[in-house]
């Protein structure tokens, strides 16, 4: 199948298009290098022995946009394009919704009025706020906290609408936990702008002795009083959207959770780095972060159920691979 990925030269979206030549789809990607390097091109084409036909434009730029469906016939499209910072939502919330929004709906225009019928979207457990019990479901109630996750929450709804006004359409929803790791060949990986806002860029900046890092409190109600989470390896993520292209012949809305279920705290993320690693991560404990939450992980059911979709990368393989990429860097 011929498919758009919007934002595919990003991290997550990098390792999408590799799974899906290695299934034999064709990758398109669309991105406007906010946020990713042109030479994430090189690491897909040493990966995959494919370089993907890429087109440097804004999503929200519709005349860009249709260009490129009119010289393509995409069976699908992966919708990874948006900013994704969720401090920085808070400073440029109308950028945020701009962007994030406007991209989405351009999107859905051009897929309008081209006939192309499926799309994949790449949501977030944000969406589920702060969940009253665990594991989360894909039925609990949805809320959230900050800009970015608003947007999240926000374009869910604009998908569920457009997909109820245009009955033939399949809308699949995938609600990620914390997606970090790298390719093991070292080839690709996480690569922010800036001062890093997530555990595992700061962990790693952290062991370079750059900066030390701060854990966000230790006085949570979780075994050793930081915070828990569902890591995911960003190629278990990647294979959870060919899972979801099962879907793409199906109208409807689809809902899943891309988790593995197990939740792991900051101190043991730490430890673990250090231990397969070999090297030591400076750390001081410091204040809770504002909007944080104790614990968060997924129940990963529905998607093992109905994708057949299993994360198999335990976390030593998420802290070594994600240091194999970065290390040298
Ligand atoms: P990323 O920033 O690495 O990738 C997003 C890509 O979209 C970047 O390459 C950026 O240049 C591009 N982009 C942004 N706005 C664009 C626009 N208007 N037009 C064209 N390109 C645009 O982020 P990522 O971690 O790969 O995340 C991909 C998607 O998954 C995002 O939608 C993000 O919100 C979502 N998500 C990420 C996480 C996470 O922790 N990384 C968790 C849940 C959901
Ligand atoms: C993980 C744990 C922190 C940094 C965010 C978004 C979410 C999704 C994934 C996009 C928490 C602790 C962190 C540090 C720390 N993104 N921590 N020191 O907050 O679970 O989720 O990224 O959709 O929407 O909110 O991820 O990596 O920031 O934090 O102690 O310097 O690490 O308190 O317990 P989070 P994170």
Redesign the pocket.
Known sequence: MQILV??????????TVIELIRYGHTPVI???????KIT?LDGIEKISGVRPEFYE?????KAALSQVFKTHDFAACI??????AVGESVRLPLEYYK??L??TITLLECMRENGCKCII??????VYGDPASLPIKEDFPLSTTNP?GT??LMIERILRDFQFANKECSVTL???????GAHPTGLLG???NGIPN?LLPVVMKAAKGELTLNVFGNDYDTPDGTGVRDYIH?CDLAAGHTAALKNAGKPGVFVYNLGTGSGFSVLEIINTFERVNGVKVPYVIADRRPGDIAACYADPSKAERELGFKAVHGIEDMCRDAWNYAKDR
Do not use: M, Q
């Open positions: 919007t934002g595919g030269t990003g991290y997550i979206g990098s390792h669309v991105d406007n290098l906010s946020n990713s994430a434009l804004d999503v929200c730029d919708h990874f394009a948006g900013l994704k962007n994030n406007l991209s979207f790449s949501s977030s457990a944000t970015y947007t999240k995938l609600r990620y936990f914390n997606p970090i996480e690569d922010p997530n960003v």
